[in-house]
């Protein structure tokens, strides 16, 4: 009953240890597929980001396009005044097409030829449009740096001011009708006005404030991740860096058991990293001047190995072990010596030894054999402390 106690016990122990594997393995699993799903989103940001900053700057291109296009036009009105002059209509054209505008202001306007000459006659002044721009952009500027009642009284000033002394140029036809005929091509080149523009504008600055706080999680993902990962690697080198000192001890300790006068010890090759470190084992028994596992004999390697082993088990103590053959090359001294550190082991630990070696079966508890009679394999089994009594 015991035995299946310790039996059942082992078993549960052995289910947990998979399932804390298994849960280890799934978290691993989804931190890689986290790292790489944030490095996709993070190379799809940079590239919307480029094609975003490409029509950045195609747009900055039109625009300094559109300003040449502005100079050369003020450039080309500023020609065309002083050729305007040279150029005059016959009298009766005009009066013909005085008598044709009149008509036209009767049925277009509604205005009688007095009153439309009275208020947009010649003798009015043109107003001038460089002029007026430059006055507003200075207006601007005192208004930036002025506060909201010194605006209205500035712009109230304006008003008065521009009543009092109108600005412009004096009128002259001809100028005027270039400057129509040049408006209309303007206007012509422009092409249809998009209704859509704004909407555009703001469903591209929706976007953009979109992947801006996606980056911006991905990149708290990223630094997130990077401290698992540090808590990680630090877990592990404290977890390794005691097992190895335990382990280290309890291989001298074994060591000098099983080669008396002997030494042995684990040197690690790269001390000031413990996640990459390899172990490397020095051992010299008595009368040796050699150290390396590779100069000793069958038997001492083998010795040596079954050496680790036992301190890892000490070290690391398990419910049971279960060894193949560890004392085949072994001499009946060095076998003596094994089989009282495997007694020890025996109190605290079940021993499961697959062996052929008699004195080895002579201080087991129970015995399992395979024997085959008349062609069919079967097993046999045999408590020894029971058959002693």
């Known amino acids: 009953r015991r035995e299946r106690q310790q039996r059942a016990a082992a078993a549960r122990a052995e289910q947990a240890r998979k399932a804390r594997l298994a849960t280890a393995a799934q978290v691993r699993d989804q931190a890689r597929t986290a790292a790489e799903t944030g490095r996709t989103w993070v190379e799809q940001a940079q590239g919307e980001r480029a094609r975003i900053e490409a029509e950045r700057a195609g747009a900055a291109a039109a625009v300094a396009d559109v300003r040449r296009q502005l100079d050369a036009l003020a450039a080309e009105m500023s020609a065309l005044s002083d050729a305007a002059h040279r150029d005059e209509i016959a009298r009766a054209e005009q009066s013909m097409r005085l008598e044709n505008l009149a008509e036209r202001a009767m049925n277009e306007l509604g205005l009688e030829l007095d009153p439309l000459v ?127 000192a335990d382990t280290a001890r309890e291989f001298a300790i074994v060591f000098d058991r099983l080669f008396p006068g002997g030494e042995g010890r684990l040197v690690l090759t790269d001390p000031d990293d413990m996640l990459t470190t390899g172990i490397d084992i020095e051992a010299r028994p008595a009368g040796k001047k050699v150290k390396r596992l590779s100069l000793l004999s069958g038997g001492e390697r083998s010795l040596a190995a079954v050496a680790l082993l036992v301190a890892i088990f000490r070290a690391r103590p398990s419910p049971f072990y279960v060894m193949d053959e560890v004392e085949a090359a072994l001499d009946d001294t060095n076998l003596g010596r094994l089989l009282d550190i495997f007694t020890e082991l025996r109190a605290s630990s079940q021993l499961i030894i697959i062996t052929h070696q008699k004195r080895t079966m002579e201080i087991a508890d129970a015995l399992y054999g395979i024997t085959m009679r008349d062609g069919v394999t079967q097993a046999v089994s045999q408590r020894l402390s029971s058959a002693t009594q």
Not at 177 to 204: S, T, Y
């Open 118 to 244: 009275e208020e947009y006659g010649p003798h009015m002044l043109v107003p001038d449009a460089e002029a007026e721009a430059a006055a507003a952009e200075a207006a601007a500027d005192r208004d930036g740096a002025a506060d909201a009642a010194d605006v209205e009284e500035q712009s109230q000033g304006a008003q008065m001011e521009s009543a009092a002394h109108p600005t412009g140029r004096p009128y002259v036809r001809a100028e005027q009708e270039k400057r129509l005929a040049r408006a209309n091509r303007d206007l012509a080149r422009l092409g249809k006005v998009n209704p859509l523009a704004l909407e555009e504008h703001a469903a591209l600055e929706e976007r953009h404030r979109f992947l801006a706080e996606q980056l911006a999680d991905l990149k708290q993902s990223r630094a997130d991740l990077m401290r698992i990962v540090e808590d990680v690697d630090q877990r592990v080198q404290e977890v390794f860096t005691q097992a190895y």
